[in-house]
C-alpha cells in the first residue's frame, strides 16, 4: 500500500515537472534579457526595442516567469487538495501575472518598434492569442466566483496552454532548425503560431478527456 501511494504521488508531479521543464528556455531568455536591462547594456539593432521601452518588457518577463512556473503547481491534483488555501491564494497571484503577461505583451505587440519578420502574420498571431489568453483568465475568475469549478479549471487550462506558448516555441523552432536550418518569415510565423495551436489542442484534449471520465462516473 505503502509502495502504490508513493507512486502515484510521484506520477502527481509528472505533468508539473513536465511543464517547469517546458518553460526553462523562455525563462532563461528573459533572465538574460532582463540583465541587460539591469545592468544597462550597449544598444545594438538586436535589443533596442527591448532596452528602449524596458517598462513592458521587464512587466512581462517577470509576470511569464512566475506564471508559468507558478501555474505548474496548479496541475498537481494531490498537492492542489491538500492545501485549498494555497491554491486559492496562487489561483489570485495567477490571474493578475497572466492578466499582466498577455496585456504587456499585447502592448509591445502594437506600441514597440518589432523587426520586419515579426510583423503581418506573427504579429497577428500574437495579437489573436494574446487576446484569448487575458479573455480565457477573465472567464475563469467569472467561473470561479459563480462556484463552476468544472468551466474554471477549463479557462484556467487553456489560458494556461497559451502562456505556456513560448516554451512549446522554442522547441518547435529549434527542431526545425535543426533538421532543415533557419525558417523563412512565413515558415517562422507558422510555426510560432502552430505552437499556441498545438498547446491549445492538448489542453482541449485533456478537458474534455476529464469530462468524459466524470460523466462516465456519475452515469447509472
Keep these: 500500500m505503502l509502495n502504490l501511494d508513493g507512486r502515484r504521488r510521484r506520477a502527481g508531479w509528472l505533468v508539473p515537472t513536465g511543464l517547469i521543464t517546458l518553460s526553462v528556455v523562455p525563462v532563461l531568455a528573459g533572465a538574460v534579457r532582463m540583465?541587460?536591462?539591469?545592468s544597462g547594456a550597449a544598444i545594438t539593432p538586436?535589443?533596442?526595442?527591448?532596452l528602449t521601452f524596458p517598462a513592458?518588457?521587464?512587466?512581462?518577463?517577470?509576470?511569464?516567469t512566475l506564471y508559468t512556473?507558478?501555474?505548474a503547481f496548479q496541475f498537481a491534483p494531490r498537492f492542489r487538495a491538500r492545501r485549498p488555501g494555497w491554491h486559492r491564494a496562487a489561483g489570485r497571484l495567477?490571474?493578475?501575472?497572466?492578466?499582466?503577461?498577455?496585456?504587456?505583451?499585447?502592448?509591445m505587440t502594437l506600441f514597440s518598434e518589432v523587426p520586419p519578420e515579426d510583423e503581418g502574420l506573427l504579429a497577428?498571431?500574437?495579437?489573436?492569442?494574446?487576446?484569448?489568453?487575458?479573455?480565457a483568465l477573465?472567464?475563469?475568475?467569472?467561473?470561479?466566483?459563480?462556484?463552476?469549478?468544472?468551466?474554471?479549471?477549463?479557462w484556467m487550462a487553456r489560458a494556461y496552454a497559451i502562456g505556456l506558448g513560448a516554451g512549446t516555441q522554442a522547441l518547435t523552432q529549434g527542431l526545425w532548425l535543426a533538421f532543415a536550418g533557419p525558417p523563412g518569415e512565413v515558415?517562422?510565423?507558422?510555426?510560432?503560431?502552430?505552437?499556441?495551436?498545438?498547446?491549445?489542442?492538448?489542453?482541449?484534449?485533456?478537458?474534455?478527456?476529464?469530462?468524459?471520465?466524470?460523466?462516465?462516473?456519475?452515469?447509472?
Design 35 to 38: 540583465n541587460e536591462i539591469v
Design 46 to 50: 538586436a535589443n533596442a526595442r527591448f
Design 56 to 64: 513592458p518588457v521587464t512587466v512581462h518577463i517577470v509576470a511569464v
Design 69 to 71: 512556473v507558478l501555474g
Design 94 to 107: 495567477l490571474v493578475v501575472a497572466g492578466l499582466a503577461a498577455a496585456l504587456s505583451g499585447l502592448w
Design 124 to 135: 497577428g498571431f500574437r495579437l489573436v492569442f494574446g487576446s484569448a489568453m487575458a479573455a
Design 138 to 154: 477573465v472567464l475563469g475568475l467569472r467561473a470561479v466566483r459563480r462556484r463552476d469549478v468544472r468551466r474554471h479549471r477549463a
Design 187 to 220: 515558415t517562422r510565423a507558422l510555426l510560432l503560431g502552430g505552437s499556441w495551436v498545438l498547446n491549445l489542442a492538448v489542453a482541449e484534449w485533456i478537458i474534455r478527456r476529464r469530462t468524459g471520465s466524470r460523466r462516465a462516473r456519475v452515469s447509472p
